[in-house]
């Protein structure tokens, strides 16, 4: 066919040849639109977002298979290799500004006189797939289903980041761990303790299982063992003999090794709670920008995967009566309360000992060491 394709404007960019994409979206760039074509940005400062067409005008030879980063072959349509029969590049980035032709944007990864083909606004309603609330009232887990058949490890990064409160690498392995076991075992998950997830750690890893699987605390198909690895077993009940455990080898190493100035940062600011107001926000920035990089690695880098894992469960969880404490008259498990006197309490009312969950794991905490209390 005839060469249908017109350049309405160049991109002016700090990096003169490719970078990490990354990098290279995190900084600010401009387009400057050709005089010819200015009229066609009238109002386009009303739109907070734009689709940027360009031509990759330094692309390599066309090739339909390859290697991703950290060498993740697929073939060139379902990746995002510049290397294409047609070099033609679709990014969305955010307008900052726009002063006359000139458009200042964030998130642009095209090198400094990249061709511009077309500009077009943002449209949630036409560019992400259809979510509306019907759908997501008959089967809540649609979007995530969908994301684990797909692959989409960013899109879930970035999901299950709304829940744990911010990006960091061992949420990123958590979800890189709940991904592939759904894929492993083709499961789905509607929350009803068919599948069950065995973690044995509470560390961040735990919250990106949660997301990804679908197994929580709430839903009775979460359980914690203490063992303080960082590890899931994944596993149905119809089958709890075909298992699959994903361990996080050299947890400290991975991030010692690769992303020296994200370790050292993490214990300056974590461990030994010394950092300063900017380290902590330094660290913030290279969590992320270590949890995004990971997301991208094939698990078998930072995993050992094991299939075939029996599983010893526990029955399905019963459902208990209530009872009231006669002391603070709370509504309390039956099963959890502590009879004295023919009377039941709960057991922040009497002096006994139960069990506790924090940063530390699992222990046994005396009633003397509690600071909870009852409403009087």
């Known amino acids: 066919m005839d060469d249908p394709l017109t ?3 160049t991109v002016h960019s ?3 040849e490719p970078a990490d994409p990354d990098e290279m979206r995190s900084r600010e760039s401009t387009i400057v639109v050709d005089p010819d074509y200015e009229a066609g940005l009238y109002r386009i400062e009303d739109t907070d977002h734009l689709k ?3 031509f990759l005008h330094e692309a390599d030879e066309p090739t339909l298979r390859g290697p991703r980063r950290y060498g993740v072959e697929r073939g060139t349509f379902a990746c995002r290799s510049p290397n294409r029969p047609s070099p033609i590049g679709t990014t969305t980035v955010e307008l900052l500004e726009r002063d006359g032709r000139q458009l200042r944007v964030s998130g642009l990864d095209a090198i400094d006189g990249t061709p511009v083909l077309d500009i077009k606004p943002y449209a949630p309603s036409l560019d992400q797939p259809d979510t509306v609330d019907e759908d997501r009232r008959t089967t809540p887990r649609g979007r995530v289903e969908r994301a684990i058949r797909n692959r989409s490890h960013r899109e879930l990064l970035l999901r299950t980041g709304e829940i744990h409160g911010h990006l960091c690498p061992y949420l990123a392995l958590g979800v890189m761990a709940g991904v592939h076991a759904m894929r492993e075992l083709g499961a789905t998950s509607e929350g009803m303790e068919d599948l069950v997830a065995v973690v044995e750690t509470n560390s961040c890893f735990a919250d990106g299982v949660q997301y990804v699987t679908g197994c929580t605390f709430g839903n009775n198909a979460l359980i914690y063992r203490d063992y303080g690895k960082t590890a899931v077993t994944l596993v149905s009940r119809d089958d709890p003999d075909d298992g699959v455990r994903i361990h996080v080898r050299e947890r400290e190493g991975i991030i010692e090794r ?7 940062l993490f214990e300056r600011v974590v461990s030994e709670r ?4 900017v380290e902590r926000e330094r ?4 969590w992320a920008e270590v949890a995004f990089d990971l997301i991208e690695r094939p698990i078998f880098d930072c995993c050992d995967v094991e299939t075939g894992v029996s599983v010893a469960l526990p029955e399905k969880a019963p459902i208990f009566e209530d009872a009231v404490c006669s002391d603070c008259g709370e509504q309390v498990m039956a099963p959890k309360t502590v009879e004295r006197d023919g009377e039941q309490y709960c057991r922040g009312c009497v002096d006994v000992p139960y069990c506790h969950l924090d940063g530390r794991g699992l222990s046994r905490i005396e009633a003397s060491e509690s600071s909870i209390g009852h409403p009087q």
Not at 283 to 286: A, G, K, Q, Y
């Open 14 to 16: 700090a990096f003169e």
């Open 258 to 264: 690769d992303y020296p100035e994200a370790s050292e």
């Open 274 to 277: 010394e950092g300063t107001p």
């Open 283 to 286: 660290l913030d920035e290279r």
């Open 52 to 54: 940027i067409v360009f």
């Open 7 to 9: 350049q309405i404007g």
